[in-house]
């Protein structure tokens, strides 16, 4: 009767260890290919995801005592820990507004990868 469900573990997996180093290898992709401009929102996003992954692990190497690491969890925990996702990956998708990027599959993959990670989220609500 209290058994967690298995898509509630496939999202929590999913969530702290496949989300942000996804994403922070596409935005690496288009920091390292894209013209200009378009590195901007990769820039960012590589911020926020390399960010993200240290919280992830920082209790593993006993580094919890570090300056920034209590804010970043607090973020990460945000609206059950589906915001910071969001965010990162809103950031990331600005650059589909600039033409001249390089690599156009990127932003597919971007894509599939967001709204498979909503279609875990919602499926963990019902």
Known sequence: MFEPSPILFAFIFVQRFVVFEVLALLALLRLIVGPGIARLPALITCLICAAAVFATFAPAFNLQTAPLY?????????????VLPLIASGIFAVSLL??????????????VG????????LATRV
């Not at 967001?114 to 989220?121: D, E, R, S």
């Open 70 to 82: 209590p804010d970043i969890a607090r973020a990460m925990a945000w609206g059950g820990g589906v």
């Open 98 to 111: 600039i033409p001249a990027r390089r690599w156009r599959w990127i932003d597919p993959v971007h894509g």
């Open 114 to 121: 967001v709204l498979a990670f909503m279609a875990l989220w």
